[in-house]
């Protein structure tokens, strides 16, 4: 029998919630502070039969579709409070499936305090690629990353990091360790640029917009500022090596429209697809979208009865997708719609209108492009290029 395939996917990642708890307390944290009891109320750790249905969920949809990368996130609350022989077994699980021509990519979000030789060894045996959570030095970090009892989480992250650092300078492990850390209305963005290039050596991070939504008191105008001190901080430092994702991003898309879309930041990403699953094994999609607890967020189905076709059918996932590309009517007439489009779907949520608003963020994100648009003017990239290519 002839199997004909469907669509061509460039890349499926899965955030894969392996442990619903964590070992520190972020105020801002999505996932346990912002009012949705989901991770409480699921299973502590997720079991090795729902990582083996995840597997057959893989199988069936690499039958299915032609898929180039398969990219699982072990994420949390914090991954690494999962025990390592269960996380060994787990990893053994994901390798051990036929994939055919796809290439499984295993990777890690972590506050790192528990990396230890131990870890580092399951990192290179399994090829894990890890990153790091922190935002700042520690007079920064600690306003809001303290542990459960109120202590500072920074030497400890650090700590983590400078293990995965070591590890990845000896060939242990398959990639840099990148940083992620959230913008934060009341720093300084050029302060934490230096710190993540300079003092902690980092050549990979991202600023994380922070999922605020309407009915939260936003700081728009310090998270622009933020933003445009680190960028100013990275234009002035002129190290080409250093990536930071949503300044690359946005400036990629600036010098060529078709530039390195990025899901949840990027509009109409094409054959790119992520979705979460919890350690319950159901999936749902956008992680980020669980703090409106929104019926969008609902599960779409449990991995071990699921095809990638029967996913991408829902209701939920076809709803998504098209808010992906359906701009909000409050940015019709707005000069960088193409590429900000209406900003993330978390920040444009209201229970009242769901996601037809524009983005808490949209005063950010207009000194942000404006910034960013004449930083590239100054270095002689010419007006009508730009503007050519966010028209598009
Ligand atoms: S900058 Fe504001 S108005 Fe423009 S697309 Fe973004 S959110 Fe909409």
């Avoid at 990777?107 to 959570?133: P, R, Y």
């Avoid at 990148?178 to 009341?186: E, F, Q």
Wanted: aromatic content about 8%; overall charge negative.
């Amino acid at each position: 029998m002839t199997i004909i395939k469907r669509e061509k996917i460039k890349h499926l990642e899965i955030i894969l919630k392996v442990s619903e708890r964590c070992n520190i307390n972020c105020t801002y944290c999505y996932v346990f502070n912002m009012g949705n009891t989901l991770a409480a109320d699921s299973a502590p750790i997720i079991s090795l039969d729902n990582i083996a249905a995840l597997r057959g969920f893989f199988e069936r949809s690499v039958i299915e579709n032609h898929i180039e990368v398969i990219q699982v996130d072990f994420h949390g609350g914090e991954p690494l409070m999962m025990k390592k022989e269960r996380f060994n077994q787990m990893c053994e699980i994901l390798r051990e499936g036929n994939y055919g021509n796809s290439q499984l990519v295993l990777a890690l979000q972590t506050n790192g305090i528990l990396i230890d030789d131990e870890w580092i060894a399951l990192f290179e045996k399994h090829q894990v690629h890890a990153s790091i959570s922190i935002d700042g030095p520690k007079h920064i970090n600690d306003r809001h990353r303290l542990d459960r009892k109120g202590k500072s989480t920074y030497e400890g992250t650090v700590n983590g990091l400078r293990m995965l650092q070591n590890a990845w300078a000896k060939g242990r492990i398959p990639a840099e360790p990148g940083i992620l850390s959230v913008a934060n209305a009341n720093a300084n963005g050029g302060e934490i640029y230096h710190h993540f290039s300079k003092e902690l050596k980092c050549q990979r991070f991202d600023f994380l917009i922070p999922d605020d939504q309407h009915a939260d008191s936003t700081d728009a105008e310090g998270i622009g500022r933020f933003l445009n001190e680190a960028l100013d901080a990275w234009f002035a430092d002129g190290q080409p090596n250093i990536f930071v994702r949503i300044f690359n991003t946005y400036l990629g898309t600036m010098l060529n429209s078709q530039f390195n879309r990025i899901i949840g930041i990027s509009a109409n990403v094409e054959s790119v697809y992520a979705f979460t699953v919890t350690s319950d094994g159901l999936l749902r999609i956008d992680d980020t979208l669980r703090s409106t607890s929104d019926k969008i967020f609902n599960p779409i189905g449990h991995v071990r009865e699921l095809t990638l076709s029967s996913v991408l059918e829902s209701t939920n996932a076809k709803e998504y997708s098209s808010l992906n590309s359906e701009l909000p009517e409050d940015c019709n007439d707005c000069i960088w719609s193409k590429i900000c489009h209406g900003g993330r779907l978390v920040n444009r949520f209201s229970p009242t209108n769901r996601f037809n608003n524009k983005t808490v963020f949209c005063p950010s994100m207009r000194v942000f492009l404006s910034r960013a648009a004449s930083h590239l003017i100054e270095a002689g990239v010419s007006e009508e290029t730009i503007i050519e290519n966010i028209q598009q």
